[in-house]
């Protein structure tokens, strides 16, 4: 039984030790690349984006102020009406109730020779012409939402079109949920077209842009105590070449982008704080450091993760915003 014992164990140590040789003769040399972009020149835009759905400005309920018999019913329902026309009547002479705004009768309640009561919802008027949507936006970033800004928005039934819109007002108390308050804000749908009630949308407010300026990827833009600076690459520098750090002042930035000041020209190649481990072949995974130490597992090919110093989108435009 020990002989076959010892047999056993020689052979696992001779097939072990094969093992680490042919993989050690196999394995290919790893090259540490380092990621560069360019700074680029264009527009920039700081967004805040939100998620919401369709409703009427104008949605009522009629309700009567008297108790009496109903006289006449002057309308039908899905009837169009306008402002001030008057809609059902009283027997003793009581004031009429009419229309708060123009738009369609979608409910009716009652009719004639109904006895109805004081507060009664007798019929529902929907102006469907004018409508909003309200998306809930995080209180870091309402500071920046001010009543009348230009809104871009999304319908998702149509995919292909976008409307305009204006922020119409701001809540002044907000929702507390998850360790997070939100706001509500409301905007007016410009031209509606065929817009539903209902439908749901995505909406964009630019809160600040700039036209012409210089940007890179936040990435690229690092903190050393309270000076920014970041990482020149010579232009045709070799593999592994020095960069010269270089101070910079900054604008505004979204959650891609930050606007340059001062500090670097158009062209520049500036090195961004994340290397690429790989074969030196450059065929299959590939690892990705970032300069805060955590690495990222990704194929050939993907895209390179993003970082961010605001929770505004946004993507620049003109020249470097292909």
Do not use: C
């Not at 984006?49 to 108790?67: K, P, W």
């Not at 955590?294 to 194929?299: A, H, I, P, S």
Request: hydrophobic share 35%.
């Amino acid at each position: 039984m020990k002989k076959w014992m010892m047999i056993g164990t020689v052979l696992v140590l001779v097939i072990g030790g094969s093992l680490w040789l042919f993989m050690k003769d196999n394995a290919k040399p790893v090259v540490a690349k380092t990621m560069t972009t360019t700074v680029e020149k264009g527009d920039l835009e700081v967004q805040i984006s939100g998620s919401g759905s369709v409703a009427a400005i104008n949605s009522e309920d009629l309700t009567s102020s008297v108790t009496d018999e109903v006289d006449e019913v002057l309308v039908k329902k899905n009837e169009l009406v306008e402002k001030g026309d008057e809609l059902i009547t009283f027997s003793n002479g009581s004031d009429p109730i009419t229309a708060p705004f123009d738009g369609t009768v979608t409910t009716l309640d009652v009719e004639e020779g109904d006895r109805v009561s004081s507060s009664e919802v007798v019929a529902h008027v929907t102006d469907y012409k004018k409508l909003k949507t309200t998306i809930s936006v995080d209180e870091l970033d309402v500071p920046s939402v001010k009543k009348g800004q230009t809104v871009e928005i999304k319908a998702s039934a149509f995919e292909d079109e976008t409307f305009t819109g204006q922020v119409t007002s701001v809540a002044k108390e907000g929702t507390y949920e998850n360790g997070v308050s939100s706001f509500d804000v409301t905007i007016k749908i410009d031209k509606p077209g065929d817009i539903k009630i209902g439908m749901s949308t995505e909406v964009s407010i630019v809160t600040n842009s700039v036209k012409d300026v210089l940007y890179v990827p936040i990435e690229a833009v690092q903190m050393d105590g309270e000076e920014k600076y970041v990482n020149i690459q010579q232009s045709g520098a070799t593999e592994g070449a020095a960069s010269t750090k270089s101070a910079v002042e900054t604008g505004i930035s979204n959650d891609r982008y930050i606007e340059i000041t001062s500090g670097l020209e158009e062209g520049q190649n500036v090195s961004l704080p994340i290397t690429i481990n790989e074969s030196a072949t450059g065929s299959g995974g590939e690892g990705i450091r970032g300069g805060q130490g955590g690495e990222f597992r990704m194929q050939s090919g993907s895209g390179m993760p993003s970082g961010g110093m605001s929770s505004g989108g946004g993507m620049p435009s003109g020249k470097g915003g292909q």
